[in-house]
């Protein structure tokens, strides 16, 4: 039986990884696109051969059997469509960040639960079995209780935050607007864009969810962040220390550095080499063997992911709604301080 997928919100990265990933799968199809713009409905449909297109997503979900439905809408448009997706009976994707408020972030994963459907946010790393097997090591205990983290990004974009063309989309169908990107009264800026990814793998493997986030930033031409600084206090008293940068060179690329102290040992975690670390006190140290390959961003991997749950295949989902209300919720107080030069407490 092919799962039938919706997707709402059309534009850059929805054609250039949801759509076909999803019609790559030999037991899923797009069955219907959702999107305000009738012109960009044509396109879209016409060019990935979609039949189903509304611009209307009560009629999309009322008249299609659909089994999820992707929400791919600009970073301060998700709430609305996933909670009416997930009331609908659908699983959801839906693109990071999950929520720019943290009581968006909070209403998305009750509405999950309530439900009883899995909301899954693309951060692609959460979807690797290293980080299945990082969070586990955590879990059992591996390193004790956690009481630090250092959880630092940095990322090749720093065209798409100043408002310009970003450099790799210029053979796209489309490319990502600055009104999504670098517009900071909708959720424009590195943190909600990238530091997204980074927070969610900390908090899926170190199982933390924040009290309190100070931060200071840098700007953007726009006024968004292209840099920022800050720490927090996680809610089991945890310190962490939290860094962003959107000024990497091209050549280099996004990477990622996760380090992790707990009472027992550290876990360390690091894409530029590759490393996945755990060093005990004890000495009993465990070191995952990993290829550059393997943590190299794969943008279709959550995609497959949701594709089988959706078809009701088990998944290990490292990035579910709870996870993403953590982000969201880290994420707003991040911005509140960074306004209002105060520590901000989150609300959790």
Sequence with gaps: MTTRIGVVG??????????????????AEVAAICDLN???????GEKFS???????????????ALDGVVVSTPHVAHAGPAIAALEAGCHVLVEKPMATTAADG???????????????????LNFTDFSAKAASMVRAGRIGTVRHA??????????LFAGEPMLETADHLFRPPASTWADPAKAGGYGWGQMSHSLAWLCYVADIRFESIFCMDGKSKTGVDLYDAAVGRAINGATVSLSGSAT???????????????????LFFDTERARLELRRLDGGDETVALTQEQTTYDGALPVRKFVALCSGRPIVNGADGENGARVAEALDALYRSARSGRLEQTGG
């Design 50 to 64: 979609i039949a189903g297109r509304y611009t209307n997503l009560g009629e999309m979900l009322a008249r299609e």
């Design 10 to 27: 059309i534009g850059w990265w929805a054609t250039t990884n949801h759509i076909p990933t999803v019609q790559s799968c030999p037991d």
């Design 150 to 159: 250092v959880c630092q990004m940095g990322s090749a974009l720093d065209d």
């Design 106 to 124: 909070r209403a998305i994963a009750a509405a999950a639960k309530k439900s009883g459907r899995e909301v899954l946010v693309p951060c692609s």
């Design 38 to 44: 009738a012109d960009r409905l044509r396109v879209v």
């Design 248 to 266: 990497v060179p091209k050549h280099v690329g996004m990477h990622v550095d996760v380090r992790i102290y707990g009472t027992e040992g550290c």
